[in-house]
């Protein structure tokens, strides 16, 4: 929904989303992107506090909100480094995070605009609850929270990684036939969409030479390839693809 069910504040401050809608299968981020996961959020995290975006230089413990944060809409704040304050010097990242506030779970009231922002992690905390990051106009922390999966968050989406993959190594071998497979160890944090096999006679195959499909997913699969001609020298490697891109890591 928009925030107060207003098309205004949608268009400047984005949508709001329960849970729900970050964790279905159907995936509400775009081709090639997906929610961020709280150890996601440590990289960002860890990332600015090592390398001077903290409000005052120090590089020990988490002030960096305003580095996040844009420079306009957030209501002031007497406090020495938060966005609140001198917030013509805030997102020095770039994220330029906006005050969108948010909607409770328990009653559907929204709450925190212009004071706060929150983006849903697609980290599962319980049954009930789901972890979100979150930034309040008096603070210069970056808060980490569980809260009922019927709140409305704002959502952030990285771009997703390839998939990691290994070939089998061939066996069954005849004049015309061989078996192989492969094990996707990561998805990328995007669903796998295709896995296989694919061959040539001339070295470092690729999905746009000849292939098998063998389903979707994470894990081992087993591939089988025939009517191969007899005498001639084969380049096997397993593929995987998801909405990201291909990657292929195998050997002949």
């Given at each position: 929904c928009d925030y107060e069910n207003n098309t205004t504040y949608g268009q400047k401050y984005g949508k709001i989303y329960n849970w729900h809608a970050v964790s279905d299968n159907r995936n509400i981020a775009p081709a090639g992107w997906h929610v961020a996961t709280?150890?996601?959020?440590?990289?960002?995290?860890?990332?600015?506090?090592?390398?001077?975006?903290?409000?005052?230089?120090?590089?020990d413990i988490d002030k960096f909100s305003k580095s996040l944060s844009s420079k306009s809409d957030w209501a002031y704040s007497p406090n020495t480094g938060a966005p609140g304050n001198q917030s013509l010097l805030n997102n020095s990242s770039g994220f330029n995070g906006l005050p969108a506030g948010g909607r409770l779970g328990s009653s559907g009231n929204f709450f925190g605009l212009t004071e706060s922002t929150f983006w849903w992690t697609s980290t599962n905390s319980s049954s009930t609850n789901a972890y979100y990051q979150a930034i309040f106009n008096a603070y210069s922390f970056l808060g980490d929270y569980s809260d009922l999966k019927t709140s409305g968050r704002s959502v952030?989406?990285?771009?997703?990684?390839?998939?990691?993959?290994?070939?089998?190594?061939?066996?069954?071998?005849?004049?015309?036939?061989?078996?192989?497979?492969?094990?996707?160890?990561?998805d990328g944090n995007d669903p796998i969409t295709a896995r296989g096999i694919c061959w040539t006679t001339t070295g470092n195959p690729t999905i746009a030479d000849q292939k098998t499909t063998d389903g979707s997913g994470k894990g081992t699969f087993n591939s089988s390839i025939s009517e191969l001609t007899p005498g001639t020298t084969y380049y096997i490697c397993a593929y995987a693809t998801n909405r990201s891109e291909e990657r292929r890591v195998g050997k002949e």
């Amino acid at each position: 929904c928009d925030y107060e069910n207003n098309t205004t504040y949608g268009q400047k401050y984005g949508k709001i989303y329960n849970w729900h809608a970050v964790s279905d299968n159907r995936n509400i981020a775009p081709a090639g992107w997906h929610v961020a996961t709280v150890e996601e959020w440590l990289v960002l995290q860890n990332y600015l506090m090592k390398n001077g975006f903290n409000y005052d230089g120090s590089t020990d413990i988490d002030k960096f909100s305003k580095s996040l944060s844009s420079k306009s809409d957030w209501a002031y704040s007497p406090n020495t480094g938060a966005p609140g304050n001198q917030s013509l010097l805030n997102n020095s990242s770039g994220f330029n995070g906006l005050p969108a506030g948010g909607r409770l779970g328990s009653s559907g009231n929204f709450f925190g605009l212009t004071e706060s922002t929150f983006w849903w992690t697609s980290t599962n905390s319980s049954s009930t609850n789901a972890y979100y990051q979150a930034i309040f106009n008096a603070y210069s922390f970056l808060g980490d929270y569980s809260d009922l999966k019927t709140s409305g968050r704002s959502v952030r989406c990285i771009k997703s990684d390839l998939p990691e993959i290994t070939t089998t190594a061939a066996s069954s071998i005849t004049s015309t036939s061989v078996e192989s497979g492969g094990n996707i160890s990561s998805d990328g944090n995007d669903p796998i969409t295709a896995r296989g096999i694919c061959w040539t006679t001339t070295g470092n195959p690729t999905i746009a030479d000849q292939k098998t499909t063998d389903g979707s997913g994470k894990g081992t699969f087993n591939s089988s390839i025939s009517e191969l001609t007899p005498g001639t020298t084969y380049y096997i490697c397993a593929y995987a693809t998801n909405r990201s891109e291909e990657r292929r890591v195998g050997k002949e």
